[in-house]
């Protein structure tokens, strides 16, 4: 069977390469035209041959199962608060692409929920000719009667916005419009915007995001639009929006000169003149409360006479920092307490922090006497906790806690009495009672212990033969915390049905370049340091084999994005650790990111490839270190043509790449779906069963089992 895929996909690769572009320099750089008549040609016959090979009857089953798992009328909500009003887009057998619905706020809370249809997406999409997906509401001081409304074709980063009053359901007619692009829009008032999207006239950065911002008035046409601000190109993109309240409101206007840096500007409304806030361009400015500036620090900063620790949230009045006076240290980062999200409120700061990778939170209110006090929420322990919605007037939250073996549920806090409600919990998907996590840690190549977690039967055989998948990401500051989804990825624990109930280990490693132990953890991958991810990943492998949980032979890893990287290159780096690897809308051609789609705004990650930062990209980089004459393990790539943040050539290239030079590889691009892979459940649960169906047909015991 496999001998036969490669030959009918060399006899395939033979016919289209003649169409290549550019064939000196890159043989597939064709593919690079998104939707060019060869590339979907190539993508229709490459994702009929993978669909030749694993779409049978396993696959109806996982398929079938997963689907279930995914529709289940017991999912948790994900409601989020506007005004008077909860708001949910909820998905079904009829809806798939979801109805946005709102429940009355008290009746939501007491769990009676009185839920009224406010847009059916399926419905528009019908009427308009056009595969709407829905990336929310963004409304004039919490008003859900004045918003602007984000509708994406296909899933894409990019949305048309148009004028919506979520009370009545309709689009204002005449209302504010803004055709599809990469835009961010922040109100003024009740009819003027700062609007940052592309004007045209070289309005976009290089990474393909607005730098210039423009102040819009209704009626008004928008070639009138004045304009306020033009950033530089070589910067990622410029944005404004409004911090604190009524008399102590600010304009803020910012620049993100890279990913991991921002100028801040603070608008003059008498002038337009802007001032610029003298905080370190890595800090994140969170908020404003009582008089003063609330800063995440990501590096430490010297401010006159006194020093602040990266990860501390600190509070900063404008004298302070004018002055270069002492500052007010709300929160500390520490092995303990890594601060992982901080939210603003006009009655406190919500701080959810990590230890070891699981989750608490803390709920921090100032005094009159300007002591400020500091109380945990009381949630369940051994999960992750997330904020899903808060108002931030009242600071009453919605908090969301799941694990690895509890299904998500929902919990209402009120800092008024401090109290904690549940609200609901998600029915199961999984009978959870066989299993167990536990945590381990590994050493990497420098010595640096990196946790990881396994799910895994309570009875497990420790001999080395259990079928392991790993699954991990190491990088952006993004930290990986146990998910009943097993991922970031919302798949409703359906790998507990299609992977642990066949006698899976799942795998969650927490390798550096994330932020499970603050920005440290991060910047030690960054940049020429990278290949610390790829040993970190290879030190769990090998952990898992000295403990006998599992053993190469036995052996997948997966990531998604720059997980999609990392597996793609620990599988060029060490094949001989991993008996299958999935890289899911990765990137992989690092010679070329920088030039397609947003991949230039990744630099301040990877670095550059056209300076002296190439010397240790490419040691690295999977499309250019890929060799015909080393034995790889199968691997499954997959993509959508909508994705335009992950250029789908990555995928697409280096799987012609290594289909040409002899290699087992199966490869999916979904038609629609952005940097998410899909939109509706039924494309999920085909990517997540082509994915299961993958494995078991690469790792022996998954087959027999």
Known sequence: ?????????????????????????????????????????????????????????????????????????????????????????????????????????????????????????????????????????????????????????????????????????????????????????????????????????????????????????????????????????????????????????????????????????????????????????????????????????????????????????????????????????????????????????????????????????????????????????????????????????????????????????????DPTDSSVAQIAQQSATFDASPYTVSQFFATSADETKVPYFVVHRQDISLNGTNPAHIFAYGGFRSSLTPSYSGSYEATNGSYGKLWLERGGVYVIANIRGGGEYGPEWHSAALGENRQRAFSDLEAVARDLANRQISSAAYTSIEGRSNGGLLTGASMVRHPELYSAVISGVPLLDMQRYHLLLAGASWMGEYGDPDSADWNFIQSYSPYQNVRADVDYPPVFFYTSTRDDRVHPAHARKMAAKMLEQGHQVFYYENLEGGHGGSVTNEQLAHRIALSYRFLINALPDAQAN
């Open 1 to 413: 069977m496999q001998l036969r895929h490669a030959r009918k996909l060399a006899a395939l690769l033979t016919l289209t390469s003649s169409l290549s572009v550019n064939a000196d320099a890159d043989k597939w750089e064709w593919l690079e035209a998104v939707e060019s008549e060869a590339s979907l040609n190539w993508v229709a016959e490459h994702n009929q041959l993978t669909a030749e090979q694993l779409e049978d009857p396993l696959y109806a089953s996982l398929y079938s199962t997963a689907l279930d798992v995914l529709n289940q009328e017991g999912k948790l909500t994900s409601a989020y608060a506007i005004g008077d009003y909860y708001f949910e887009l909820k998905k079904t057998t009829d809806n798939p692409r979801g109805v946005l619905m709102r429940s009355p706020s008290n009746a939501f809370l007491t769990g009676d929920a009185q839920w009224e249809l406010v847009l059916d997406v399926d419905a528009l999409a019908s009427d308009e000719g056009q595969a709407w997906v829905y990336h929310g509401l963004n409304c004039y001081q919490n008003d859900p009667s004045q918003c602007l409304i984000s509708l994406s074709p296909g899933g894409t980063d990019a949305d048309e916005l148009r004028e919506f009053n979520a009370l009545t359901g309709e689009f204002i007619e005449d209302g504010f419009y803004l055709p599809l692009a990469k835009s961010s829009v922040s109100w003024l008032d009740t009819d003027s915007w700062i609007i940052a999207t592309d004007f045209g006239d070289d309005s976009l950065t290089d990474s393909g995001y607005p730098r210039k911002l423009k102040v819009h008035q209704r009626g008004d046409d928008m070639a009138d639009a004045k304009l306020i601000y033009v950033g530089n190109k070589a910067s990622v993109s410029a944005g404004a929006y409004t911090l604190g309240q009524a008399e102590d409101s600010h304009l803020v206007i910012f620049e993100s000169t890279s990913f991991w840096t921002r100028k801040y500007y603070l608008s003059d409304p008498e002038t337009n003149l802007l001032t610029q806030l003298k905080i370190p361009e890595s800090a994140i400015l969170l908020g404003r409360l009582a008089g003063q500036w609330v800063i995440s620090l990501k590096s430490d900063w010297q401010l006159g006479d006194y020093s602040y620790p990266a990860g501390a949230v600190v509070m900063a009045a404008d004298e302070q920092l004018r002055l270069n006076g002492e500052l007010f240290v709300l929160a500390e980062s520490s092995r303990e307490h890594i601060i992982e999200d901080t939210t603003v409120t006009d009655q406190g700061i919500l701080i959810v922090s990590l230890k070891d990778v699981v989750a608490q939170a803390h709920w921090y209110a100032p005094q009159e006497d300007g002591v400020w006090t500091k109380e945990q929420i009381q949630l369940p322990d051994h999960g992750t906790v997330a904020l899903q919605s808060i108002d931030e007037n009242s600071g009453k939250s919605l908090l969301r806690f799941e694990s690895f073996l509890v299904p998500p549920t929902l919990f209402a806090f």
